[in-house]
């Protein structure tokens, strides 16, 4: 009644401004707002106020809590990936004003889980026992150095199961060697010496050297650990240097007078890897604690190896059925794998195991008899 026009219009805002100072709309009494050189306003309070607003207090005219107010982040449910525990959330009632809200970040996965798309699990290897054992076999058997992730009796079993395959590679280059000659012109026993050579230096000599420190250890006619003491040694005696030399004669010849001789060093060198198996089975002990023989011996079973012969027993017809000799590939194989198991025989029991120059000598023997009834003329 006596009070002032609800419906007048309100009173324009006032300005403040003081010694020629700049003077802004609604600005509360007593403080001095001017413009520095760049156009901003610049508060002229007193250095208390200034103090305070570098500590998070609250100048004249504000009605702003301190910094003191901030609180811990509660989290009533499960915390998204990116989130940590305890962490001071900024307010809108503080005093350097509302918080600019983040984007959260999407949920990492968890390790072992399968992650969208079909990637590999992380935070662990990849499980594939048999393609660890191949690389295993190639690293171990050749020069190619393709080695596995991981080297255990498991990788070692697969790497022994899969040595025949190794073959492959091996005769697969002396065939090259004996296709390219054949192309040349050279002489049949020139052919066959190149090829010989060329799966030594594949083979880094391993098993050659294994045959000639297995010739001296049983030549010298001593017992178990002596003769595994003389094998260890770096030189090669009387007995390896003989074998060594009557061994790669008869290779090179009996290869020189096969017919159609790059499918017989192919089979001689499959046949010369499936040794292997039979020497890692089930019941043969390793002659030390340490070395390839301990890694791989009783790794294998009988069954198995029966398995893996009888696989490449087929694939040796096969090949005999191209050149027209199934007969001589099929008997080629089992002539070369029962050689390998009497001079395992007999390396086992003047030993007391298996070592890995037990294994070169019997790749090679295996190899040579292969290729001795290769040579057989029908």
Known sequence: MGGPDRGAPAPPPRLVEDGGGDARPGAPAGLDLRRD????????????????????????GDALPRRADHRLARHDGP???????????????????AGVPRRP?????????????GGPRRGRPRDRPAVNGLRL??????????????????TARQAMIL??????????????????????GLAPFLRAAL????????????????LADLAD?????????DALAIMKRSDIGPFGVVTLLLTLLIQVAALASTPDAPVAVLIAAV?????????????????????????????ITTGIALAVTGFCLLAAFGAGLAIGRPVHAAAAVLAGVGTALLLLRHSTRRLGGVTGDVFGAVVETATTAALIVLAVRP
């Open 79 to 97: 915390r998204r990936g990116g989130e940590r525990r305890g962490r001071a959330l900024a307010g809108a009632h503080d005093s350097g004003g």
């Open 217 to 225: 250890g049983l030549g010298s006619g001593r017992p178990a650990q």
């Open 137 to 154: 076999a190639v690293s171990l058997l050749t020069v190619i150095p393709l080695p596995a992730p991981r080297v255990d009796r498991g």
């Open 37 to 60: 050189p760049g156009g901003r306003h610049r508060h002229l309070g007193g250095r208390r106020h200034e103090r305070d607003r570098r500590l998070g207090g609250a100048g004249p």
């Open 271 to 299: 046949t010369g890897r499936l040794a292997l198996p039979w020497a890692c089975r089930t019941g043969v002990p390793s002659a030390r604690p340490d070395g390839l023989g301990a890694l791989v011996s009783g790794t």
């Open 163 to 184: 040595a025949p395959a190794v073959g492959l590679v091996v005769g697969g280059a002396a065939a090259l060697v004996l296709v390219l000659g054949e192309w040349l």
């Open 195 to 210: 090829a010989v050579a060329v799966m030594a230096v594949i083979t880094r000599a391993l098993h050659l050297d294994g």
């Open 105 to 117: 970040r999407g949920s990492q996965p968890a390790a072992g889980r399968r992650v969208r798309g």
